[in-house]
Structure formats: C-alpha cells, structure tokens
C-alpha cells in the first residue's frame, strides 16, 4: 500500500494568517486529490492534480504537484472560520486502480 | 435531492449484534465504496463494487460483508460486532472504470458498540 503522510497533524491558527500544509510519500503517483472534511459530513473534493509541478488555484487556495509526483502541498492565505476543517489527500491505490488511499489529515482550525 | 445517501445516521448497539447500513447513489456511478474512518480521523478503504461485481476487499474480518443488489445500491452487514468496529462507515461513488476519479461520500454512519 503507498502511503501518504501528511503535516502536521493539528494547524490551529488566527483568521487571516496564512498557512500550508503537506502531503508526501515515497511512491510516485499518476494523480493526487485534496478533500475537505467537515464534522458530520462526508469529505468533499477540492482540487485533482496530475501533472508534476501543476499549481491550482481555488479562491485562496493554493495547490501544488511536485515535480516528481510524490508529493503535494496545499497553501491558504488570509484564513477564515470557514476554513476550518479535516483535510485529506488521496492517492489512487497500487493494489486497483478503482479505489483512492488517503493520508491521515491535516485538522485545521482558524479562529476569528 | 441527496447524491450518497446512507441509513442509519446512527447506530448504537451491543457487542455480538448484527447491523446492517444501506448506501444509495442516485448519480449513475459505475463503483461504490464503503470507507472506515476510526477515532483518530483515519479514513481506510474496505471495499469496492463496480456494476454489482466485488472488485476491492481489503484486509476486512469476515464478520463484515457487503451486498450489492444493483449498481446503485451498496449495503453492509456486519455479523457479532465488537468494540474495535466502533467508527464512522462512509459510503462512496465515483464514475471512473479502470480508473477512480472524483469520490462523491455519503454523511457517514456512526456506528457506537458497548
């Protein structure tokens, strides 16, 4: 199984600080995505990157593909309330190509 | 209109029951998952279903088995629970064959065994 590890843990910061988290892993792999969690829901898609090196951009999200594909970070600038959240990356498994590993998460929270 | 949408919400029993949670997707999707997310917001693949056919089983004991009487329909019957299946049971979809594309989840059934 290729496992994914992502830091930190715990992120709890002020509303419109800036902040980034990672997701790494020794394996490479053809795409990683980026979900956010809210209590009680399910997680929810963000971004896909595929291609190495690929930055996205959603609002004041940031997401960047590492050259060579083993690695993603996600960075947030002026942080709100509504940022806060679990958040994943995923990554299509070795054993299938059908089912996403995830990373542990990152839980964030920002305070006002 | 729910996309996933998972029975029961909660679900409180003793050890040595038997439980059933249902899945439904009403988005066409091809491949239906059930993830486990444990205390510690780990969340870990169980198993995957493409067209009804059994295509993923992960290291899962036999007390758990999954059933899937059409494509949009993905049900999990766990046999004389224990304390360690204690968790939130997500069910998901995606459209991907050969591939897995964007999951879509369901809200997650929490599932407490005393």
């Known amino acids: 199984t290729q496992l994914l590890e992502q830091s930190p843990q715990f992120l709890s910061i002020q509303e419109g600080e800036n902040l980034t988290v990672y997701c790494n892993s020794s394996?490479?792999?053809?795409?990683l995505q980026w979900y956010r969690q809210e209590p009680g829901e399910g997680p929810v898609l963000l971004v896909t990157?595929?291609?190495?090196?690929e930055v996205k951009k959603l609002k004041r999200l940031t997401f960047q593909f590492g050259d060579a594909r083993k690695d993603s970070s996600l960075h947030i600038t002026a942080a709100q309330p509504g940022d806060t959240g679990l958040y994943l990356c995923?990554?299509?498994?070795?054993?299938?190509?059908?089912?996403?590993?995830f990373g542990k998460g990152t839980s964030l929270l920002v305070t006002p | 209109d729910t996309a996933v949408s998972q029975t029961p919400k909660y679900l409180v029993t003793q050890m040595g029951n038997d439980k059933s949670i249902k899945c439904e997707q009403n988005?066409?999707?091809?491949?239906m998952y059930w993830y486990k997310q444990d205390s510690k917001k780990f969340l870990k693949i169980m198993f995957s279903?493409?067209?009804?056919?059994?295509?993923i089983n992960e290291t899962v004991p036999n007390r758990f088995s999954p059933k899937s009487p059409d494509k949009a329909h993905l049900n999990l019957h766990i046999n004389s629970l224990e304390l360690g299946d204690s968790a939130v049971y997500f069910c998901?979809?995606?459209?991907?064959?050969?591939?897995?594309?964007?999951?879509?989840f369901g809200e997650g059934s929490r599932l407490t065994v005393l």
């Open positions: 998901a979809s995606s459209p991907g064959t050969g591939f897995v594309g964007e999951l879509f």
């Open positions: 279903y493409n067209n009804k056919e059994l295509i």
């Open positions: 995923a990554g299509p498994s070795s054993n299938s190509g059908y089912a996403l590993n």
């Open positions: 988005l066409g999707h091809d491949t």
């Open positions: 394996s490479v792999f053809s795409s």
């Open positions: 990157v595929v291609t190495g090196g």
